[in-house]
């Protein structure tokens, strides 16, 4: 049961480019919705986080969109740089709890060409 | 100040074999996570411990087991190992307050043959 679909599974863009992955989530009691970075034999790494009362958060040329009817959410990077080339994955957790059991989507690897 | 280490880095098992991983962390946090990664599953809960004294089932516990030795250390044991259990594995922990951020380890690659 995948309760955050993450997609596309991989992304080619070009210096410059603007870089989109998409995710929705089915559980209405996810209330905390983190990208994370993971660059090859390293631990993800925590890029930057949306709580559902904004619809949108901006980190530099970073940006998450937030859809709460849709119960979708999208991560923007802004003018992709080969330094961006990664796997990022969405993720989400439920309120009501302080230790936060995080749901990962399946993971996107970006590839930016210089 | 390391963070959240992980040993070993690489292992490679036979069928049936046991072994532990191993986790700490040094920011004084409450909770720790286990984790496993594979190829387009992104990453799923082995167990988690929401505090000292504490653990509990995530999605996918069978085959393994945890103990939270004290506030610093989370070990994951795997009694028989099996094929299936091929992977990357994470450790992660977080604070329970003023923050929701998980930290992650750098992973064990665990090959069982």
């Known amino acids: 049961q995948q309760q955050v679909k993450q997609s596309p599974q991989s992304l080619i863009v070009q210096k410059g480019g603007i870089s989109i992955i998409n995710c929705a989530y089915e559980?209405?009691?996810?209330?905390?919705f983190p990208w994370y970075q993971q660059f090859p034999g390293k631990g993800p790494a925590l890029l930057i986080a949306?709580?559902?009362?904004?619809s949108e958060k901006k980190e530099g040329r970073f940006t998450i969109s937030f859809n709460k009817s849709a119960k979708q959410f999208s991560l923007h990077i802004m003018d992709s740089q080969p330094g961006d080339s990664a796997t990022y994955f969405c993720?989400?957790?439920?309120?009501?709890?302080?230790?936060?059991?995080?749901?990962f989507g399946q993971g996107t690897i970006l590839t930016v060409h210089p | 100040n390391a963070g959240v280490t992980q040993t070993p880095k690489f292992q490679v098992l036979k069928t049936g074999q046991s072994m532990t991983l191993q986790c700490a962390q040094d920011?004084?946090?409450?909770?720790m996570y286990w984790y496993r990664q594979d190829p387009g599953m992104g990453l799923r809960l082995i167990y988690y411990?929401?505090?000292?004294?504490?653990?509990d089932k995530g999605e996918v516990p069978n085959g393994y087991n945890v103990s939270r030795l004290n506030k610093r250390e989370f070990s994951l044991r795997l009694e028989s190992a099996a094929p299936s259990q091929t992977s990357v594995y994470f450790c992660?922990?977080?604070?329970?307050?003023?923050?929701?951020?998980?930290?992650f380890g750098p992973g064990t690659r665990l090959t069982v043959l």
């Open positions: 920011m004084n946090h409450n909770s």
């Open positions: 992660a922990s977080k604070n329970t307050i003023g923050t929701d951020t998980q930290y």
């Open positions: 949306i709580r559902p009362d904004v």
């Open positions: 411990s929401a505090s000292e004294g504490t653990t």
């Open positions: 559980n209405t009691a996810f209330d905390y």
């Open positions: 993720a989400a957790s439920p309120r009501g709890t302080s230790y936060g059991k995080l749901t």
